[in-house]
């Protein structure tokens, strides 16, 4: 597996800001992956992180309200922009792990409170 | 139909008895499997990879039913400490689309 950190670990805002999480890996890694985890819920993916290229989001995802950076091979940011009381949840990035890159593992996640 | 479904639990049972879990996926192209565990408050954690043959890790057992397009997870003599919510994923476009599509989870009490 890979170490996982990232930062906040959790926030407040008010509504209409934005917040930018980032993810740091100890390893260089391929795929990373941001997800949602709204309470009571299962994990929604909400983009691949790709280096050196866009993000590919997944339906009901845009890159207006969530932008994502992938500089290298060891870090990702993902953006939560114009936040609304709705966008509060925990948000976790992923790594693929493995040589097909299959098994996902996951950092500690950041708690998003928005008010 | 949901792509990842799984038993709505929950699940309570007292120490030592053996409970199992499963979940359906819809697409049949589909190539890897998973189970996670998540505490409370906790990220998911990769528990087991599901092999076609099947796999056992101590007290815990995966299986994998193509035919039936299911997964399913057993925990035998459970402890105070398996008490948590378990998360099958199944990678559902198989190939090399990485995506994981996760079920709602199953949320297990282990009592005294």
């Known amino acids: 597996s890979a170490v996982i950190s990232q930062k906040p670990s959790r926030d407040i805002c008010q509504r209409g800001t934005s917040l930018t999480i980032q993810c740091q890996v100890d390893?260089?890694?391929?795929?990373m992956f941001w997800y949602r985890q709204q309470p009571g819920q299962s994990l929604t993916l909400i983009a691949t992180?790709?280096?050196?290229?866009?993000?590919?989001?997944e339906s009901g995802f845009v890159i207006d309200k969530f932008p994502i950076s992938r500089p290298n091979l060891t870090f990702s940011t993902l953006t939560v922009s114009n936040m609304s009381p709705e966008d509060s949840s925990i948000y976790l990035c992923s790594v693929g792990i493995g040589a097909l890159s299959y098994e996902q593992y996951f950092g500690p996640g950041t708690r998003l409170t928005v008010t | 139909r949901k792509e990842v479904e799984q038993d709505p639990g929950p699940f309570n049972v007292p120490e030592g008895a053996t409970v199992a879990f499963n979940c359906t996926y819809s697409?049949?192209?589909?190539?890897?499997f998973f189970w996670y565990r998540q505490d409370c408050r906790k990220e998911p954690k990769l528990l087991m990879s599901?092999?076609?043959s099947g796999n056992e890790d101590g007290r815990f057992t995966a299986q994998l039913n193509r035919a039936s397009q299911y997964i399913s997870l057993l925990i035998r003599d459970s402890k105070l400490s398996d008490s948590a919510t378990y998360l099958c994923a199944v990678n559902e476009r198989g190939g090399s689309n990485y995506k994981l599509t996760f079920g709602k989870g199953t949320l297990l009490t282990v009592n005294p």
């Open positions: 599901v092999y076609s």
């Open positions: 697409n049949s192209a589909s190539q890897s």
């Open positions: 390893s260089q890694v391929t795929m």
């Open positions: 992180a790709n280096q050196g290229s866009e993000a590919t989001y």
